[in-house]
């Protein structure tokens, strides 16, 4: 086994390991996304990339961060995924919507200009969550329980799109301080009904809109998850690496089919923390511990590095971000550096012979 074997999950086989990893592009105009993100995302696949993954792609227009982020909550944006997914495809690469709502961390202005609250004067929206709560300066208030019923509408009528629009498959954003993480860990969320207290509550949001979503898709379409392994803060109520494996046991009876481990999302995380490939054991343990396929993510930035994650066993992907960004042919680059063999876009092969 190594980075460039071949991987299979339902009906979808990838070509090789290497995914590129969903990164906010912050360059949409209501919602939807256009030449920036067809470059973008086509580099990487022209690049060799096994499975692409779009930035978080917001279900609602109240499921933004900032007014420049995606979405697929209507026809419009469906239809200008699909040229994407069209040329994703014409390379021979094959791709993913990471579907999310931002819940609290939404109404922000855009990073140029800070990521300030957006007031509602300037555009910005009441933002909601499991509980009354204060993230990056914006006041959420509290969703009532039919409102949470709406939520799971919108991911299900948004993967519905996805699937027209002729995505491989659906990753759902639960990591990163957003709305399922605010849910799942006790940091935020405080709520008193179903939906708080106990761990099986607090999982409750992320779990019954997985089940939904999966009778919504073809049975042959794989369904991912990202989720943080870790708060990495240091309080007794914050989510741990065995909440993680514990959710991604129950993930997996209900149809998920692969984990991508990161971490955090609340707070910064201290550099002493941060460090070449610091959160693979994240996806080691749940692998190890739940027999679900996992994806490494976070300064994974080196062609063997990656390898030996995949030949050492400890993820079944590698989940590339800002590297990609530096390479957009990182694969390429890896495959000759290990001296295995890709395939480059014949409009290219002149430069790799
Ligand atoms: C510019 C940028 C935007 C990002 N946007 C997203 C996103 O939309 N969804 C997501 O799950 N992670 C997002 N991330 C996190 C990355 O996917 C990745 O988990 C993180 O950068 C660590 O991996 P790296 O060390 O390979 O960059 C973003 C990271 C960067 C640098």
């Not at 961060?65 to 995924?81: C, H, M, P, R, Y």
Request: with cysteine; glycine share 10%; proline share 3%.
């Amino acid at each position: 086994m190594d980075l460039f074997s071949p991987i299979t999950f339902r009906n979808l086989t990838l070509k090789n390991r290497i995914v590129l990893s969903p990164m906010q592009q912050y360059s949409a105009q209501n919602g939807i996304p256009g030449n920036w993100h067809l470059v973008h995302l086509g580099s990487r696949a022209v690049g060799g990339a096994g499975l692409i993954i779009t930035e978080c792609t917001a279900v609602s227009p109240e499921g933004l961060a900032t007014l420049s982020d995606v979405g697929i909550w209507n026809e419009e944006q469906k239809n200008a995924w699909k040229t994407i997914v069209d040329f994703v495809h014409e390379q021979d690469s094959k791709i993913g919507i990471q579907l999310w709502h931002a819940g609290g961390k939404g109404s922000l202005k855009h990073p140029n200009e800070g990521m300030k609250p957006l007031s509602l004067e300037e555009g910005g929206w009441v933002v909601k969550t499991c509980s009354a709560t204060e993230l990056n300066g914006v006041l959420s208030q509290e969703l009532t329980i039919a409102e949470i019923d709406e939520l799971k509408i919108k991911f299900v009528d948004a993967a519905r799109r996805a699937v027209e629009a002729g995505f491989d498959t659906i990753e759902i954003h639960a990591g990163h301080g957003y709305l399922f993480h605010q849910f799942y860990s006790s940091v935020i969320n405080k709520r008193q009904d179903e939906y708080g207290g106990t761990f099986e509550n607090r999982i409750r949001l992320l779990v019954e809109t997985i089940r939904e979503i999966r009778k919504a898709i073809p049975e042959g379409m794989p369904l991912l998850v990202r989720i943080s392994a870790v708060d990495y803060i240091d309080t007794a109520d914050a989510w741990t690496l065995e909440d993680s494996v514990a959710l991604s046991k129950i993930l997996k009876e209900n149809g998920v089919d692969f984990i991508t481990a990161s971490g955090g999302g609340f707070t910064n995380v201290s550099r002493d923390k941060v460090f070449p490939g610091y959160q693979v054991p994240f996806a080691t343990a749940i692998k190890v511990q739940t027999g679900i396929a996992t994806g490494a993510v976070g300064m994974i930035t080196d062609a063997k590095q990656a390898n030996e994650i995949i030949a050492d066993g400890k993820a079944d992907l590698v989940v590339i971000a800002r590297e990609h960004l530096r390479d957009p042919y990182f694969a390429i680059h890896s495959a000759k550096e290990l001296e295995m063999g890709i395939e480059v876009p014949w409009q290219y092969k002149r430069a790799f012979n």
